[in-house]
């Protein structure tokens, strides 16, 4: 049967204030419960939003990193809805025409392949936090109120759950690469919700999955359910559910409310937001790959090296001080990968000239790799050597060749 999967993924920015208020961002959690807080957050009558400058360059970063367009005028709307962790009573959000970006895509292999859609991303604040006690009190910590966040909503053109799998690391690893947020799921820096639908039925919700490995999980429950219910002759209802990922299987939670519900109207207290001349300066896995490969770094390797951040932006840095590319990804991705701290680039750059001019031997600079570690001196291997010239090697070759003519006959 054909399925079809959409995902909406919240992402907590890295900004150094809140979204519409001059309140601290905490979005790492470390602070006391109810310290980042002011009127404006808390949601008092009578006060005013202004738009945070960053989270506003976030998202247009990430919309140019995704292929989205950008709208040129930027719009936000009220989301009217009341639920404890909402203190006004809706959300300021953005809706449909004047998101920030919109129509882009993200490939779904670092060398292209499938493409998934980008409907529309978008930057909106996020609610206070809940935390349930053993006690089955809900607290509430406004910390978390008015933190930048952006929605990102994807076509429906997901067919399995290997390629959610494969959309959620690469938009991950994209948006780490922007440093615009660290995206650690289980602080709940992104968030996932699942759309899934199974032949022409209605579409099932699963809500705030908090791993990626998770979401993978409750699809596969989800659509084997689903399939099931088919086949026995039942209707699937549109609802919304909830992974539970100790009894690994989804609860209908509540069926669908309708857009409708919360009669979205423009924010009277935000003017529209022009956006012109664009030009900033990014990178992502995708053109990092191909840069990579292009000087002659085998595709697994490279592969491997753009996925780690950390290997990526020390291969950067060994390129910068002239590396054999070659040589250093095959160094970097056999011994580096496994090492604590890594050597000076500048080190690596050098041994694996050496190494290219056939001056050090690749095995004895493996090994050298190996015990001196981060300590990688090439000046001391060099000292510990016996190195010969270009001429003495040359001597030692005549030799041989009066010795052995026979040799040098045979090839
Ligand atoms: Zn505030
Ligand atoms: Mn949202």
Redesign the pocket.
């Known amino acids: 049967m054909k399925v079809k999967i959409g995902l909406?993924i919240?992402l907590e920015l890295k900004t150094k204030s809140k979204m519409f208020c001059a309140c601290k961002n905490d979005y790492d959690y470390e602070d006391e419960p109810n310290v980042n807080i002011c009127p404006i957050c808390l949601g008092y009558p009578g006060v005013l939003p202004t738009v945070n400058k960053k989270a506003i360059e976030y998202a247009i970063l990430l919309s140019k990193a995704l292929n989205c367009k950008i709208s040129e005028k930027i719009q936000f709307y009220r989301k009217n809805y009341f639920y404890p962790d909402l203190p006004k009573g809706y959300?300021i959000?953005q809706y449909k025409v004047g998101s920030i970006g919109y129509d882009g895509y993200l490939y779904l292999n670092l060398d292209g392949g499938k493409k998934v859609g980008i409907d529309r991303i978008s930057l909106?604040e996020d609610t206070a936090r809940t935390i349930q006690t053993e006690k089955d009190e809900i607290l509430l910590d406004f910390n978390r109120s008015g933190i930048p966040?952006i929605?990102i909503v994807t076509k429906p053109d997901m067919e399995n759950p290997k390629e959610c799998v494969k959309f959620l690391e690469n938009l991950r690893l994209t948006i780490q690469y922007l440093n615009i947020s660290d995206a650690n799921m289980e602080k709940g820096q992104m968030r996932v919700d699942v759309n899934v639908s199974v032949e022409d039925n209605e579409r099932v919700e699963i809500k705030n999955v908090n791993s990626i490995r998770e979401v993978e999980n409750a699809l596969y429950y989800e659509i084997n359910y689903q399939i099931e219910q088919i086949k026995a002759g039942k209707k699937i209802k549109r609802a919304t559910k909830m992974w539970d990922d100790y009894l690994k299987e989804t609860r209908e939670m509540r069926r669908k409310e309708t857009e409708d519900d919360y009669r979205y109207f423009p924010e009277p207290d935000l003017p529209h937001i022009q956006i012109k001349d664009i030009d900033l300066v990014f990178k992502t896995p995708f053109k990092v790959y191909e840069e990579i490969v292009k000087l002659g770094v085998q595709k697994d390797y490279a592969e491997i090296i753009v996925r780690d951040l950390r290997l990526c932006n020390y291969f950067e840095n060994f390129l910068k001080h002239s590396g054999d590319a070659i040589i250093g990804s095959n160094f970097i991705v056999n011994i580096l990968k496994s090492f604590d701290k890594l050597p000076e680039p500048k080190e690596l750059a050098k041994l694996s000239i050496l190494v290219k001019e056939n001056k050090i031997p690749n095995h004895i600079a493996r090994q050298k790799l190996n015990e001196m570690k981060e300590n990688l001196n090439v000046e001391n291997i060099l000292k510990n050597m016996d190195i010969l010239s270009d001429k003495e090697v040359e001597e030692i070759a005549r030799s041989l060749i009066e010795k052995f003519p026979e040799a040098l006959k045979q090839k």
């Open positions: 909406e919240h959300q959000t909106e966040l929605e």
